[in-house]
């Protein structure tokens, strides 16, 4: 079993959909959440971060952790095309240690 | 915000050479630096991690005659592919952690080796 899950998709929406993008893990040692946007051929870029479990909300973006069922999720509301992309969940165990990276769920939004 | 940069961001080489690949944190000290390697529509692979002035740590099954890694200074690591055979050709990305920062990391923007 992988310890980190993701759905690779691909997702595809209409723009203006809410988008529901979600991680479970095995290891109850992580502590720390992220979020990371992959466009093709680039760098993964950080988007959103969470310490244990609880929401935290930046813009169109909600990040959720539910550490007694180890779930993980990202919502989207209202997608723009501009965010067609990999969605990359990567939680860690303590501040310094390795990122342990979903295999990533390819969302395309439709115009 | 943070900027790592990674350079060259594509190369091509011919069997049997070696390619280096440099990643630079640009305004904050590095004092870990992570490398990857990514193959199309899969998810990143950690190779290995590097602490400043430090070996490198690799992954069970990274090669590490291989892939050599060097981090001799707060904000730069190489990453050396010796020996390249075509089965080498990947995206490898590497990325950094602030000393300050304890949450993401910042990547760098990929390098694209093809081995002919």
């Known amino acids: 079993q992988k310890e980190v899950e993701q759905d690779p998709g691909p997702l595809s929406v209409p723009e203006g959909a809410i988008v529901s993008l979600n991680c479970t893990y095995s290891?109850?040692?992580?502590?720390?959440f992220m979020w990371y946007r992959q466009y093709s051929r680039k760098g993964p870029e950080l988007l959103m971060y969470?310490?244990?479990?609880g929401n935290k909300e930046d813009g169109r973006f909600t990040a959720q952790v539910d550490k007694s069922s180890k779930y993980i999720s990202l919502f989207i509301r209202d997608s723009q095309p501009s965010d067609s992309a990999t969605y990359l969940c990567?939680?860690?165990?303590?501040?310094?240690?390795?990122?342990?990276f979903g295999t990533g769920t390819r969302l395309a939004v439709r115009p | 915000g943070a900027v790592v940069s990674q350079h060259p961001s594509w190369v091509i080489c011919k069997s049997g050479t070696s390619v280096k690949i440099e990643c630079r944190s640009l305004?904050?000290?590095?004092?870990?630096m992570f490398w990857y390697r990514q193959f199309p529509k899969q998810s990143l692979m950690l190779m290995a991690t590097?602490?400043?002035?430090?070996?490198?740590?690799?992954e069970q099954g990274v090669e590490k005659d291989k892939f050599l890694i060097n981090h001799a200074s707060l904000t730069l690591s190489t990453l050396t592919v010796t020996s390249a055979h075509p089965e080498d050709s990947s995206f490898y990305i590497c990325?950094?952690?602030?000393?300050?920062?304890?949450?993401?990391?910042?990547f760098g923007s990929g390098t694209r080796l093809t081995v002919v």
């Open positions: 990325s950094a952690r602030d000393k300050a920062d304890n949450y993401g990391y910042t």
């Open positions: 290891n109850s040692a992580f502590q720390y």
């Open positions: 969470t310490y244990s479990s």
């Open positions: 990567a939680p860690k165990k303590s501040s310094g240690d390795k990122l342990t």
């Open positions: 305004d904050f000290q590095a004092t870990t």
């Open positions: 590097s602490n400043e002035g430090s070996k490198a740590t690799y």
